[in-house]
């Protein structure tokens, strides 16, 4: 992560190796937050990585938040992986807070990250006290072309495998598309790096797997608080899916954001404050939630 000097919010940040037990090793970033505060675990879209998706809202949200940001499997400095899965992402936020002694936490998503967000929720229940799920949606394949290309990865992904001149490529081969048009060139350069962390074969496989998620058949049962960041503008994860996920939870805030897919680069201040606005909005909901759930009789 960025780093800054003694006199911001930001030199609290601990940046630590942590063992996942079976599962491998990963880089871990966090802001301690005020005593006791609620933990905030974001999660990067693909091709990224923690410190290009969230840096510019790290600091807004490590004044009011605990907040712990890894590099997802596969991606920048996370664990290595030869196939990509959404669920072992959602297992390694899992395995991550075991380490951590953390019983509750919110997943924060962007892109793929909300993807694997709400597997979080779907298969870690207990651990999840809320979820804010930023330019996502209950599925990136709806069209017919879209499920086309789909159906091809796999014979993609292990075409990609059999080239040796493909292993030295990195993810901004796919990645740089998802940038704003109009970014200056510094930072989109800064960000192009950022992306050959990932190779380019990991890239594909996440693609492959993005592409085969769906939560039409359960997202209605979420039962913790949500919030839905819409990106009005988004030329990636269209407007009109992430409000089809918003309208499929059954307790959701939604907050509108002008900005397309890149609005973290593009408008960093604009995006923390929407995404601040988001988990305010889920962390009061979940302690209302528990402060409504009855206490049992004594007997």
Same mark, same amino acid.
């Given at each position: 992560?960025?780093?800054?000097?003694?006199?911001?919010?930001?030199? +609290?940040?601990?940046?630590?190796?942590?063992? +996942?037990?079976?599962?491998?090793?990963?880089?871990?970033?966090?802001?301690?937050?005020?005593?006791?505060?609620?933990?905030?675990? $974001?999660?990067?879209?693909?091709? +990224?990585?923690?410190? +290009?998706?969230?840096?510019?809202?790290?600091?807004? $949200?490590?004044?009011?938040?605990?907040?712990?940001?890894?590099?997802?499997?596969?991606?920048?400095?996370?664990?290595?992986?030869?196939?990509?899965?959404?669920?072992?992402?959602?297992?390694?936020?899992?395995? $991550?807070?075991?380490?951590?002694?953390?019983?509750?936490?919110?997943?924060?998503?962007?892109?793929?990250?909300?993807?694997?967000?709400?597997?979080?929720?779907?298969?870690?229940? @207990?651990?999840?006290?809320?979820?804010? $799920?930023?330019?996502?949606?209950?599925?990136?394949?709806?069209?017919?072309?879209?499920?086309?290309?789909?159906?091809?990865?796999?014979?993609?992904?292990?075409?990609?495998?059999?080239?040796?001149?493909?292993?030295?490529?990195?993810?901004?081969?796919?990645?740089?598309?998802?940038?704003?048009?109009?970014?200056?060139?510094?930072?989109?350069?800064?960000?192009?790096?950022?992306?050959?962390?990932?190779?380019?074969?990991?890239?594909?496989?996440?693609?492959?797997?993005?592409?085969?998620?769906?939560?039409?058949?359960?997202?209605?049962?979420?039962?913790?608080?949500?919030?839905?960041?819409?990106?009005?503008? @988004?030329?990636?994860?269209?407007?009109?899916?992430?409000?089809?996920?918003?309208?499929?939870?059954?307790?959701?805030?939604?907050?509108?954001?002008?900005?397309?897919?890149?609005?973290?680069?593009?408008?960093?201040?604009?995006?923390?404050?929407?995404?601040?606005?988001?988990?305010?909005?889920?962390?009061?909901?979940?302690? @209302?939630?528990?402060? @409504?759930?009855?206490?049992?009789?004594?007997?």
């Amino acid at each position: 992560m960025q780093r800054a000097t003694s006199a911001t919010p930001t030199a +609290l940040l601990r940046e630590y190796v942590v063992d +996942l037990p079976a599962r491998g090793r990963t880089m871990v970033w966090e802001w301690p937050g005020p005593p006791g505060a609620p933990v905030l675990v $974001l999660l990067h879209g693909a091709t +990224l990585t923690a410190e +290009l998706n969230w840096s510019g809202a790290m600091t807004v $949200l490590g004044r009011r938040y605990r907040v712990i940001a890894l590099d997802q499997r596969g991606h920048g400095r996370g664990i290595p992986c030869s196939t990509f899965r959404l669920e072992d992402c959602a297992d390694d936020v899992a395995a $991550l807070a075991r380490v951590l002694g953390i019983d509750r936490l919110i997943p924060v998503g962007f892109s793929m990250g909300g993807l694997v967000a709400q597997l979080i929720w779907r298969r870690h229940p @207990d651990l999840t006290a809320g979820l804010v $799920l930023c330019s996502t949606a209950r599925n990136v394949s709806g069209s017919p072309w879209e499920r086309a290309v789909a159906l091809m990865m796999p014979g993609v992904v292990a075409a990609a495998a059999f080239f040796p001149a493909m292993y030295p490529l990195g993810a901004d081969v796919l990645g740089a598309s998802l940038l704003d048009r109009d970014i200056n060139p510094t930072t989109r350069g800064w960000a192009i790096a950022q992306m050959r962390h990932t190779p380019l074969l990991t890239a594909l496989s996440t693609a492959q797997a993005v592409g085969h998620f769906t939560s039409h058949e359960w997202i209605g049962s979420v039962d913790v608080p949500t919030s839905v960041v819409i990106t009005r503008n @988004d030329r990636i994860v269209p407007a009109r899916r992430q409000w089809k996920l918003a309208h499929a939870l059954p307790d959701c805030t939604v907050i509108e954001i002008d900005g397309d897919h890149g609005v973290f680069l593009h408008a960093p201040g604009r995006f923390a404050t929407a995404v601040l606005a988001a988990c305010n909005a889920a962390t009061l909901a979940a302690m @209302d939630q528990v402060v @409504d759930e009855p206490t049992g009789t004594a007997s």
